[in-house]
């Protein structure tokens, strides 16, 4: 380098790049921990145990179906909640159904938290009490519509953001959370429910453990210099714990047989993982926001390579 | 709709007096922001938000002589540009504000509708309709739009809705004393810049460049666009920024294909259960 101006601090091992006085470009989400991480957590736990409770109605295994449809119901209703204490004016969160705005992933996706919390709550509210129980099944029904959707659609609310890491990530990050989602409602089902009937529980929590760990993998590995918070830093070592939590309680659950203290192990250790992925996403999109290196360098890789052409 | 209007902010003759942030506090009653002492440079503000809806940055480039006896041009790479920094630096003034995107990356993603687009094709947060849910915030891909938590809502510049109403230029463009700020019809702001970067460039100053006027770029050309005497992102502005929903099909596309894959899972685990294969209970 021959020559340089004042301006710009120099950064070693760092991409060369000019900025403002390092200064992020964008603002960083201002959403809140444990809120914001804490409802994509019960989102996806809701959105898994409504797809499990009609299978398990569907094949008969009553139990099962109980305690999936009161989990799909308190993930739906405690995520609302959180949702709600996020607001800056909470007592405007009606102004969410103002309109139905399809630009807008938190617009649809309020409908459809809203669609899946008051059919999963009407399901398990069935299921309690015994009452009107056709009416219960047709609520767990079509909670099969707005369970995965619930699951997934805060994969695309993150993405549509100038966050780089989260948007670039919008391939892996619904597979990342229908995985976690697979795993947090499997491990829920595995801990509440008796053995005899928790046998797709431990499938369906080994498979989303599997999926969430390879999602994850993706992500830190194919989004090159902007997948770098997912690798370093809080995010990072909240994910790699996340990896060693999911894995580990995956394997667990096939292997955990009559053990109930193995079962138990496993479910805490699934449900730890969830979280930890799930804090692990929001940390890394606060440290690619606040790092202006992660928005600049590849705006001006793009323009570099549009001027060669 | 009347005609859209928007700013062209020459920053060649900024001189940095900050008339601009003092009348936009002022005009929009905006609360204070804090006594911050930057120690980075003569901007003590430091970046636009809920309470700074204009905002001055300060950029001193002072040259690197090299062993040839030039003076370098500050971007690394070795070769030279007429940056004319001269043996004396310079100074980079540049009066930073909302651009009025064409897509609006914070409009697009307000699930409340309190962001909305008015009828001079500008980008306003309706106050008693936002309920602070924050979505815009990182949905811009300029870091404007912020949330004042005392308060709870978004707030950003509204190019002075209500002067525009009333007839009135903004506040800003009113108050600068060089005409940097310029206030008008964006057709015609387009014309005028592209002559002024004629007249620069003329004059011999080639590093000058417009940005945000094209239409054709990531945000659909900026209501609120500029001259710039460097790159973008010495100013703190995004090079090549791109509405963050251009990919929203596509990002429902795959969350699509999760959520099947999800519910092809749990149909799998249910059904490859082998306790059910062999028939205990079965389907009531
Ligand atoms: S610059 Fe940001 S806040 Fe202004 S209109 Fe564009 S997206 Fe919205
Ligand atoms: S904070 Fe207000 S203006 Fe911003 S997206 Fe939410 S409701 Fe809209």
Redesign the pocket.
């Known amino acids: 380098m021959t020559s340089s101006t004042r301006e710009r601090e120099p950064r070693l091992d760092d991409a060369e790049f000019r900025s403002y006085y390092g200064r992020p470009v964008i603002k960083r989400p201002i959403w809140h921990v444990p809120h914001m991480p804490a409802y994509l957590y019960l989102g996806g736990l809701s959105g898994a145990s409504s797809l499990m409770a009609v299978l398990a109605r569907a094949t008969g295994r009553p139990r099962l179906a109980r305690t999936t449809r009161i989990a799909a119901a308190a993930g739906a209703a405690g995520g609302t909640v959180l949702l709600i204490a996020e607001l800056?004016r909470p007592t405007r969160f009606l102004?969410m159904l103002r309109m139905f705005k399809p630009s807008?992933p938190?617009s649809v996706g309020s409908w459809i938290l809203a669609a899946q919390g008051g059919l999963s709550a009407a399901a398990a509210a069935s299921a309690v009490t015994g009452i009107l129980p056709a009416a219960g099944d047709a609520a767990a029904l079509a909670t099969a519509v707005t369970g995965p959707l619930t699951a997934t659609y805060t994969a695309v609310l993150v993405a549509d953001t100038a966050v780089p890491a989260w948007h670039a990530g919008y391939r892996e990050l619904p597979f990342l959370f229908a995985g976690s989602a697979l795993a947090s409602a499997g491990a829920v089902a595995m801990l509440t429910t008796p053995r005899a009937d928790a046998g797709p529980a431990r499938a369906v929590a080994a498979l989303g453990a599997a999926a969430e760990t390879a999602a994850a993998t993706m992500l830190e590995r194919r989004l090159g210099l902007v997948g770098e918070p997912y690798r370093e830093g809080r995010a990072g070592r909240l994910l790699s714990a996340a990896r060693a939590l999911s894995a580990g309680g995956g394997l667990l659950a096939l292997l955990a047989g009559r053990s109930r203290a193995a079962t138990v192990a496993s479910g805490l250790a699934l449900t730890a993982g969830a979280l930890c992925t799930r804090f692990g996403i929001l940390e890394a999109g606060r440290a690619s926001a606040a790092d202006p290196k992660y928005t600049v360098v590849p705006q001006r890789e793009r323009l570099d390579a549009s001027a060669v052409r | 709709m009347a005609e859209r209007m928007g700013f062209f902010t020459d920053t060649s003759i900024c001189i940095g007096c900050k008339a601009c942030e003092v009348a936009c506090k002022e005009w929009n009653q905006l609360p204070d922001d804090g006594f911050v002492f930057e120690a980075t440079s003569y901007d003590n503000t430091g970046a636009l938000g809920a309470s700074t809806w204009r905002h001055v940055a300060f950029i001193e480039q002072q040259p690197v002589w090299t062993a040839d006896g030039t003076t370098g041009d500050g971007d690394g790479d070795g070769g030279e540009k007429p940056f004319q920094i001269g043996p004396d630096g310079r100074w980079l003034m540049s009066s930073d504000v909302c651009k009025h995107c064409t897509n609006a990356g914070?409009l697009d993603?307000?699930?409340?509708?309190?962001?909305f687009r008015t009828e001079f094709g500008t980008v306003v947060?309706q106050s008693d309709?936002?309920?602070?849910?924050?979505?815009?915030?990182p949905?811009c891909p300029f870091g404007v739009?912020a949330?004042r938590e005392d308060d709870g809502?978004?707030w950003k510049c509204t190019m002075c809705y209500d002067r525009l109403r009333g007839g009135l230029e903004p506040a800003c463009a009113k108050a600068c004393p060089t005409d940097s700020i310029q206030f008008g019809p964006l057709d015609e702001l387009r014309e005028r810049a592209a002559a002024r970067v004629a007249e620069l460039h003329a004059l011999g100053r080639t590093e000058a460049r417009l940005y945000g006027e094209s239409p054709d770029d990531g945000v659909g050309g900026m209501g609120a666009f500029f001259l710039l005497l460097d790159e973008p992102e010495v100013y703190g502005l995004p090079p090549d920024p791109v509405v963050p929903t251009r990919n929203l099909p596509a990002m429902w596309r795959w969350a699509g294909a999760a959520a099947l894959t999800m519910a092809g899972a749990v149909a799998l685990s249910f059904l490859g259960s082998s306790d059910r294969l062999l028939g205990r209970g079965g389907p009531r």
């Not at chain 2, 309709?129 to 915030?137: D, T």
């Open positions: 800056g102004n807008s938190m | 914070c993603v307000c699930p409340t509708g309190a962001l947060v309709i936002c309920n602070g849910c924050g979505y815009c915030v949905a739009i949330r809502r978004a």
